[in-house]
């Protein structure tokens, strides 16, 4: 079982629609989550970061963290063809002494059609 | 004010060689991490320093090697380059190990 893991895709939806991106991690003890949005040829940008239970808020886009059920979703209203790209979802987890490495899914692309 | 900023953004070696990239964080950032990501999967972590010492170290052969300097700069070597290697290289920049993480534009790396 990977560690994080995503749909690969592509998640296609018309342009105005809720694009739905869902993310699963295996280990417990994660305790930050982020999603990066990568286009094509491009490198990731962070677009939402969240870090406790619930629904977190950033203009078009919510994240939400159910720590119970280990699953991470990114919310993108209005999607717009500007949007198409792969979302990758990342999970970190701290010890003592450890670091905080971002574990990364294998991404979801999303097609946002016209 | 200045992103995360990478050197070269793009380079293509031959087998055998070795490589350096270079990292400048965003200003006032103290952590930089090193990530591999070839096509169509998400990165992988190959390092992290923060205060210029490593703090971490993802599964990857001896080949690969990091510091951080003073200015909290970083270079990634990875001496005797192999076909596997061909990936782009994404540098990390932090203020702290647990907090939100940016990335540079990249090196693509290509070896023949």
């Known amino acids: 079982q990977k560690e994080v893991e995503q749909n690969s895709g592509p998640l296609s939806v018309p342009e105005g629609a809720i694009a739905s991106l869902n993310c699963t991690y295996s280990d417990r003890g994660s305790q930050s989550f982020f999603w990066y949005r990568q286009y094509s040829g491009k490198s990731p940008e962070l677009i939402m970061s969240?870090?406790?239970?619930g629904d977190k808020e950033d203009g078009r886009f919510t994240a939400q963290l159910n720590k119970a059920s280990q699953y991470v979703s990114l919310l993108i209203r209005d999607s717009q063809p500007s949007d198409s790209a792969t979302y990758l979802c990342a999970v970190r987890k701290i010890r003592s002494g450890n670091t905080g490495k971002l574990i990364f899914g294998q991404g979801t692309t999303l097609q946002v059609k016209p | 004010d200045a992103g995360v900023t990478q050197s070269p953004t793009h380079l293509i070696k031959t087998r055998g060689q070795h490589v350096t990239l270079r990292c400048s964080p965003i200003s006032g950032h103290k952590s930089v991490s090193w990530y591999q990501q070839v096509l169509g999967q998400g990165p992988q972590f190959i390092f992290q320093?923060?205060?210029?010492?490593?703090?971490g170290r993802g599964n990857f052969p001896d080949r690969f090697s990091a510091r951080q300097f003073p200015n909290y700069s970083s270079e990634l070597n990875v001496n005797a380059l192999l076909l596997g290697d061909s990936a782009l290289y994404l540098c990390?920049?932090?203020?702290?190990?647990?907090?939100?993480?940016?990335f540079g534009q990249g090196t693509r790396l290509t070896v023949v």
């Open positions: 969240i870090y406790s239970n």
């Open positions: 990390a920049s932090s203020d702290d190990l647990n907090t939100e993480a940016f």
């Open positions: 320093y923060y205060e210029k010492e490593e703090r």
